[in-house]
């Protein structure tokens, strides 16, 4: 039942993204395993839309913040203003409060603003001025950033980085289908189309059902294992901790139920395993310069680390 309803998820979001399976199933595991998602690529791509379509599919409440240099913490997680009537404070919620937050190209904000999702991240709640307030569930940040760009913008903070589940790339469609969404909207915008398939409810027990696909010791073993070896490369200043290894073994839930899966298997533990890791190793300097990349490093320590050998089906 729960691939049944993944797939019309799926299936509404695949209507407006075309072409970028991948990175709609990906999009998808990280909100259903609890996590949130960090998309890196050049503009024009998808990224916004993306996230707007997965936020109408759901029924969920959407909200978008255009990170600036001079965007301070209280834009985002809200502010208490003096109420002369009623003498008291009263707290103005922000845009944090909903169940998507597309944080809109999140490294043009300084490193103070970036910190101020951190608590609603990691313990959906925001203290403002000493009082707690619980965020909406599910609570899910989609950011994105510009790679390219290097003027006027602050790298994200590892702890930051950390925080996120996952890291996509989009990237530039193919020929055929940038030919498709010229057609397509010609005269109208596909996503005016997307018409909710699910509850927020449903969303909610999706991300309980994730939590129960078995995932059996020697897979768990073999997570741990990738993830101790970028601890020990030479190449890296920096590796994976211990979040990194629980994030790869949601992950791989998350795919398994999209893909109508009640067990995890090892090759699903290497296709996530970049979207997992590549944004929590650190390079070496000179390996940076020698044009070693963090995705290399996995592909090269997924050859190093045995497979399981059990029969999966």
């Known amino acids: 039942m729960e691939h049944e309803t993944i797939q019309k998820i799926i299936d509404g979001v695949k209507r407006v993204i075309l072409g970028k399976d991948e990175a709609i199933q990906f999009a998808l595991a990280a909100l259903l395993a609890d996590g949130h998602l960090l998309i890196e690529d050049v503009p024009g791509l998808g990224k916004t839309l993306l996230a707007k379509t997965l936020a109408r599919s759901l029924n969920a409440t959407f909200k ?18 003096y109420n002369q009537k009623t003498q008291e404070f009263e707290f103005v919620e922000g845009p944090i409060f909903t169940n998507i937050l597309l944080a809109d190209e999140i490294n043009r904000a300084t490193p103070r603003t ?19 307030y619980p965020l909406p569930r599910p609570f899910f940040v989609i950011a994105t950033q510009n790679p390219i ?6 790298h994200l903070p590892e702890a930051q980085l950390d925080r996120f ?7 530039y469609p193919e020929h055929n289908v940038e030919l498709r969404i010229i057609k397509e909207q010609q005269f109208a915008h596909p996503i005016e189309k997307v018409e909710a398939v699910v509850t927020l409810d449903d969303v909610v027990e999706m991300q309980k059902k994730v939590k129960e696909v078995y995932v059996e010791h020697s897979v768990r073993d073999y997570m741990v294992q990738l993830v101790e070896k970028t601890r020990e490369h030479k190449d890296l200043l920096l590796g994976a901790s211990p979040r990194a290894s629980l994030a790869l073994f949601r992950v791989s839930q998350a795919i398994a139920l999209i893909n109508g ?7 699903i533990v290497q296709r996530v395993a970049k979207p997992v890791l590549r944004h929590r190793l650190i390079l070496q300097p000179h390996s940076q310069l020698g044009g070693i990349t963090p995705d290399k490093i996995i592909e090269e320590i997924i050859q190093q680390v045995e497979v399981p050998v059990r029969e999966y089906h």
């Open 64 to 81: 978008r913040v255009q990170f600036t240099p001079d965007l301070l913490p209280t834009d985002i997680t809200g502010v208490s203003i």
């Open 114 to 132: 970036q910190s101020s999702l951190l608590e609603g991240m990691e313990e959906r709640q925001v203290t403002v001025d000493g009082k707690t």
């Open 149 to 154: 760009e290097q003027q006027g913008v602050y």
């Open 165 to 171: 589940l996952m890291r996509i790339h989009i990237g």
């Open 261 to 267: 899966k009640d067990f995890v298997t090892p090759d």
